[in-house]
């Protein structure tokens, strides 16, 4: 028997054929490219984390977690009558959202702006979703008739509209994301997927109530909480009540579920580190745009989007420096020449300029 034919015969061509999703080993660098919260907690706070972490019964499947989930519509702006799912971070939300709207008996669509967060494709792919990517404007702007005519054109059961964008950064008109949901009408939804609200600090959650076909996901992931692997997304109960069918048993982990409640109990310290890293927004994106040859466009989340003359030169010599950031030049045409930075403490942010200065001058 042939391994290569065994997986011929078994595994679908298009799984066969894309890579993983890579993530790269950030030994020895700065970690500037996944939009962490670099400030982990003081050490009186890790130890009480560690005390109710080891009190948690993981010789048991995990509990329900009604309660937790009680407490996050009610400390993160969940409006009254409107519940939440809880996902092993958003990108499982994704998928949860794409299986159950993919069909056997057509294709489903699942239309997004491009470029845009990368597994809105992948989850469409992998469910059996067609994937529409509407391009953005050169400002990154929604393409609003492009997109209104692609929706009246392809019927998508699922728009997704990061809010703020990434890898782009800004935030769509209101008025835009509001036709957009008027004319999916009651044939589509639209998701909201509001990641990077906490530096954002706008949000459609508290319109839920106006739009039976809105769904705002979040995470905790950017608040500071990326390890525990903690999304979660509200709507109509009747619709949350339909993806809650497909979402796997027991997805939120026990020693997640105690982390995140840990989490609402300090709710404050989070969001004084996410104000500081606005703050520290501010300042880097002035920083950069004092450099000659470098453009850095407007960002609501905790990321800055610049354009250099040669990007990928620009990466490398930056790794030689052990600072690691995202080159996003080959993504999408928009994107040519530009690269995405992490906002850190002023120490990294630093750290970062003077090899970017260095890296731009040799
Ligand atoms: N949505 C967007 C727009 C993102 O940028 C990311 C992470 N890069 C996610 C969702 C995934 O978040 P999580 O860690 O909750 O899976």
């Known amino acids: ?60 499947y995990p509990p329900s ?26 990108d499982e939300l994704i998928s949860i959202m794409a299986t159950a709207c993919a069909r056997q008996d057509r294709r489903a669509v699942l239309l997004a702006p491009v470029p845009a967060f990368v597994m809105f494709q992948r989850s469409a792919q992998f469910a059996g979703m067609d994937f529409v990517g509407v391009p953005l404007n050169d400002d990154f ?21 990061a809010y703020p964008n990434n890898p782009t950064g800004n935030l769509f008109d209101t008025a835009a994301v509001e036709q957009i949901l008027a004319a999916l009408g009651d044939t589509g939804l639209a998701v909201l997927d509001e990641a990077y609200e906490p530096f954002a600090q706008q949000s459609f959650m508290p319109r839920l109530p ?40 027991y997805n939120v982990n026990v020693m997640t579920q105690a982390a995140a409640e840990f989490a609402l109990d300090h709710l404050d310290i989070l969001n ?32 800055i989007l610049i354009r250099v ?28 020449n530009c690269l995405r930075i992490t906002v850190s403490t002023p120490e990294e942010n630093a750290a970062f300029l003077d090899a970017l200065k260095a890296s731009l001058a040799d």
């Open 141 to 161: 702007s929604l393409d609003l008739p492009a997109m209104l005519a692609a929706i009246a054109e392809h019927k998508p059961a699922l728009v997704f509209l």
């Open 1 to 60: 028997m042939s391994l290569e034919s065994l997986i011929g015969n078994t595994i679908r061509p298009d799984v066969r054929e894309v890579k993983s999703y890579h993530v790269q080993d950030p030994s020895g660098y700065i970690k500037l490219d996944a939009m962490e919260n670099p400030y982990h907690l003081h050490q009186a706070l890790r130890q009480e984390l560690g005390q109710r972490l080891a009190d948690v019964a993981i010789n048991r």
């Open 309 to 336: 003359a040669d990007a990928d030169t620009t990466h490398t010599k930056l790794l030689a420096h052990k600072i690691l950031i995202k080159n996003l030049s080959k993504m999408h045409s928009v994107l040519t």
């Open 272 to 303: 004084e580190q996410a104000a500081l890293l606005r703050q520290q927004r501010t300042e880097l994106s002035q920083a950069l745009a004092a450099l000659p040859g470098v453009t850095v466009y407007p960002s609501a989340a905790n990321f």
């Open 65 to 90: 977690y009604d309660g937790l989930r009680r407490r996050i519509a009610a400390s993160l702006g969940v409006p009254a009558g409107y519940d939440v799912l809880l996902g092993n971070g958003s």
């Open 210 to 249: 106006e739009f039976d076909n809105l769904i705002v996901m979040r995470t905790l992931s950017k608040l500071g909480l990326a390890g525990i692997r903690l999304g979660y997304m509200s709507a109509a109960p009747a619709l949350l009540a339909e993806f809650d069918k497909v979402r796997p048993p």
